[in-house]
């Protein structure tokens, strides 16, 4: 089996209120204690890392300010109904735009790209509480 298999029962479980321990993932799965415990690492360190999936300003209202105050409160509401401590996006490459707007806002690039239609450079901004 798969580790994305692996990783999205143990997320599947953890959404219906049940949290396995490294003996019931490993033994599920046929893995190593070790792996178990690294699974249950890595799910531990990326609950809190959101993702902005997209948001668009329709073409005949760009450019009139709307973006900024639109983006900062999807954050604010990001950030009060789950609580996240990363909120991560992805833009196409050549939206200067849209880039110059992200990194005002406080998000900086990782150096991660997504494949997609375009190359899409991965930006994360990370919440000060």
Same mark, same amino acid.
């Given at each position: ?48 890392? %959101? +993702?902005? @999936? ?14 900024? !105050?639109?983006?900062? &409160? ?27 707007? %992200? +990194?005002? @806002? ?14 899409? !450079?991965?930006?994360? &901004?990370?919440?000060?509480?």
């Amino acid at each position: 089996m798969s580790n994305l298999h692996r990783l999205k029962w143990f997320d599947q479980e953890i959404r219906f209120g049940k949290y396995p321990n490294a003996s019931t993932l490993a033994e599920k799965f046929e893995i190593s204690h070790r792996q178990a415990h690294r699974d249950i690492d890595y799910f531990k360190s990326s609950m809190k890392r %959101y +993702e902005l @999936i997209s948001m668009m300003i329709g073409h005949q209202f760009q450019g009139m300010g709307y973006g900024v !105050p639109a983006l900062k &409160l999807v954050i604010q509401d990001m950030t009060t109904t789950y609580g996240c401590d990363e909120i991560y996006l992805s833009v196409i490459h050549n939206n200067v735009r849209a880039i110059r707007t %992200y +990194e005002n @806002i406080g998000f900086k690039p990782t150096g991660e790209i997504e494949e997609g239609h375009h190359p899409e !450079p991965i930006y994360c &901004l990370k919440i000060d509480r």
